[in-house]
């Protein structure tokens, strides 16, 4: 569907409308890019508290948030996703702040509406994993729990809604049949850990394939998984289930042996571990760099995956490099890596020699 899209002009004034596509017509035609991360890049800048995680800090700095989705947009993410992803009801009863669950999820929205818009992005809804969902006896519980949140997100026009980090098939499944109740797209994704399947049995294939027939427009999976162990998982998918596939990895060094950067472990740094483990606030040895995540765009891609992202963790320029990696030339492709003209390391004729050859000594 062609929507309308007023684009703002250098003084803020609406100037032009133009059609803009929705998220399926763009599925049709190329790759999407969806930048998530945004409760480890804002811990990381001291706005949020690892752990609780909860995204108060859509209500205490809003321009912070506003800040990273452009950030995002001008790396090369095609949608800005509004910050919501553990603003539901148990995560605000833990910190004793149920009171401001609208508020938090409506300002969310009206952040990444904003940049949405001034930018010509996609704006996305999103719900996630409640953390309450043990089976099919707390199903009504995490229904109403969604139907909250997608209730608000449908009120502030998204244009789609993101259903992600479910490690229960179940809870998804409920998630996907209030999205598509709203009248929504879905994007659904499986969070898989060190197994191989959900935390009731399914394998990836099943599950997805159980979301597909309930609605969901795009399936797949979304974090814990970095690109080496998320990349044999969306193989089996994209054999097992037809249509559009979604893959969103944390940017760490997942193994075979540890396969989820949960189940990380670092001999050198144990020591001055509080928690006795990596996750989530020493993760910085185990981080890939930018080509590597460029690596992982272009296999998934080959794969057949055009809903593409990268999940906690992810910084503006893992981004950049995937957007790069599949063709794009985003705002942030002006301020690439041009090691030519390094004064130790480049190439251009002009350099001093005396320096160049200098280098091997650094």
Not at 52 to 62: I, K, Q, S
Not at 78 to 97: N, P, Q
Not at 221 to 226: D, T
Request: glycine residues 10%.
């Amino acid at each position: 569907m062609l929507r309308p899209t007023v684009i703002p002009d250098s003084h803020g004034t609406e100037q032009q409308t133009v059609d803009r596509m929705g998220l399926l017509d763009r599925l049709e035609r190329g790759p999407v890019i969806c930048a998530e991360g945004y409760l480890f890049e804002l811990e990381r800048r001291g706005y949020l508290q690892a752990g609780g995680f909860v995204p108060e800090v859509v209500l205490d700095h809003p321009e912070k948030v506003a800040e990273l989705h452009r950030e995002f947009v001008h790396a090369g993410s095609d949608v800005v996703e509004a910050f919501t992803y553990y603003a539901h009801r148990e995560k605000l009863r833990l910190v004793g702040k149920e009171d401001l669950l609208e508020q938090m999820n409506r300002q969310a929205l009206e952040l990444a509406k904003e940049v949405a818009r001034e930018s010509g992005s996609l704006f996305a809804g999103d719900v996630c994993n409640t953390n309450v969902y043990t089976g099919e006896a707390s199903r009504d519980t995490v229904r109403a729990m969604f139907e909250e949140q997608v209730g608000w997100a449908a009120e502030a026009g998204v244009d789609f809604m993101i259903g992600e980090t479910f490690s229960w098939g179940g809870e998804a499944l409920a998630a996907t049949e209030v999205i598509k109740a709203a009248g929504l797209p879905a994007v659904i994704t499986l969070v898989i850990h060190r197994h191989p399947e959900t935390r009731e049995g399914w394998s990836a294939e099943e599950a997805c394939a159980r979301l597909k027939e309930a609605g969901a427009d795009v399936v797949g999976i979304n974090c814990s998984r970095g690109p080496r162990t998320m990349v044999p998982l969306l193989r089996a998918l994209r054999k097992a289930i037809p249509g559009h596939l979604a893959g969103l990895p944390v940017p760490y060094r997942t193994t075979e042996k540890e396969p989820s950067f949960q189940s990380l472990t670092d001999p050198d740094g144990a020591g001055s571990l509080p928690e006795g483990r990596p996750f989530p606030t020493a993760l910085d040895p185990f981080t890939c760099n930018r080509y590597e995540i460029a690596d992982f765009a272009k296999a998934a891609y080959e794969l057949g995956v055009r809903y593409l992202g990268v999940c906690c963790g992810a910084a503006p320029h893992h981004i950049r490099a995937m957007a790069e990696s599949l063709g794009r030339t985003p705002p942030g492709n002006r301020y690439s890596a041009d090691m030519s003209r390094h004064a130790y390391f480049g190439t251009e004729a002009s350099l001093k020699h005396e320096n160049r050859e200098y280098a091997d000594e650094l």
